[in-house]
């Protein structure tokens, strides 16, 4: 079994800083990429950011120059720092990763819970 584990959302004023993070647990070989995700009230889950094991990363373009996404392969966490937060970030934010769970390559996609994460204006 694998699990995914966010911790770092919350309230927040326009303007200030959160972090995020995700740490993956369990039967894990190894990671390939991993990803933030958003879903506000209403909307699709869209892409926010991800990262490949090897650090090359992808932005929407909605969030470049503002959020940072990282990650520790030892550790199997991945975080994301968001700056200069707007009050359209509001939503709840997933993390996603593809999970090697066999030395054969036996590998599934696995979503965490989700953290809040509400600015205000």
């Known amino acids: 079994q694998v699990q995914l584990v966010e911790s770092g959302g919350g309230l927040v004023q326009a303007g200030g800083s959160l972090r995020l993070s995700c740490a993956a647990s369990?039967?894990?070989?190894?990671?390939?990429?991993m990803a933030w995700y958003s879903q506000a009230p209403g909307a699709q889950r869209e892409l926010v950011a991800g990262?490949?094991?090897?650090?090359?990363?992808n932005y929407a373009d909605s969030v470049k120059g503002r959020f940072t996404i990282s990650r520790n392969n030892a550790a199997n966490t991945v975080y994301l720092q968001m700056n200069t937060l707007k009050p359209e970030d509001t939503a709840v934010y997933y993390c996603?990763?593809?999970?090697?769970?066999?030395?054969?390559?036996?590998?599934?996609?696995?979503w965490g819970q989700g953290t809040q994460v509400t600015v205000s204006s």
């Open positions: 996603n990763a593809e999970i090697i769970t066999t030395p054969w390559g036996s590998k599934l996609v696995y």
């Open positions: 369990g039967s894990i070989f190894s990671i390939n990429d």
């Open positions: 990262i490949t094991r090897g650090g090359r990363t």
